[in-house]
Structures are given as C-alpha cells and as structure tokens.
Nanobody, 122 residues
Framework: QVTVMESGGGLVQAGGSLSLSCLVV?????????IDWHRQVPGKQRELVAT???????RVVDTLKDRFAVSRDNDRNMVTLRMNDVRVGDTAVYSC???????????????WGRGTQVTVSS
C-alpha cells in the first residue's frame, strides 16, 4: 500500500511565500520515480505545476517558473514546492501524483494525494 500526502497549504497574502510538501509513504517494497505537483480550481481543468524525476531532473511549467521552485529528497521520497510572490490567481487545491514502481507486482502504478488548499488573499 502506497500513500501520497500533501501538506503546507493555507491562507497567504498576495506577494507572500508558501512551501508545500508532498510525501510518499508505503508498507510495500517500492521505488518512486516521477512526482508531479498539480493544481485545480473548481470548475476548471487540473493543470500541471511542476515535475520531478528520481534523477533529480525537475521542471516548473513556464508560466510559473519565475515564481515557483521545486526540489526533491529521494531518501525521504519527498518533494517540496516553494511558491514565491503568490497571486490571487494561484488560489487552488494543490495535489501530488507519484509514479511508483511496485517490486512485488513488477509494474508501475500512479498514486494521488487528496490535495491541500492554497488561498491567496489580496
């Protein structure tokens, strides 16, 4: 069993900063490959925010890369999204997707967290 947990959301004023964490834990033997951050506003499609790979390659989407940064800790299976100079338009539920290799089943599986709410006030 693998679980993805996001934390760090909350209320922040426009222009401020916030860090979100995504942690992948499990009781089975697994290896985490890609971990992505996504965000979604009610009534709109979910959008990709950032991607990280086990090789430490990472990418924040072009529209956010000047304000957001992403880092990864493979030992802890954790990814941190640092949001700087946040704007009202960044208000959304931020969720994590982990691509996980399950050794017992010899296959990949995707796991999603429940998300964490980020609200930016003007």
């Amino acid at each position: 069993q693998v679980t993805v947990m996001e934390s760090g959301g909350g209320l922040v004023q426009a222009g401020g900063s916030l860090s979100l964490s995504c942690l992948v834990v499990g009781s089975t033997n697994f290896r985490v490959e890609a971990i992505d951050w996504h965000r979604q506003v009610p009534g709109k499609q979910r959008e990709l925010v950032a991607t990280t790979l086990r090789s430490f390659q990472s990418r924040v989407v072009d529209t956010l890369k000047d304000r957001f940064a992403v880092s990864r800790d493979n030992d802890r299976n954790m990814v941190t999204l640092r949001m700087n100079d946040v704007r009202v338009g960044d208000t959304a539920v931020y969720s994590c997707r982990a691509e996980v290799w399950l050794y017992a089943m010899s296959r990949y599986n995707d796991y999603w967290g429940r998300g964490t709410q980020v609200t930016v006030s003007s």
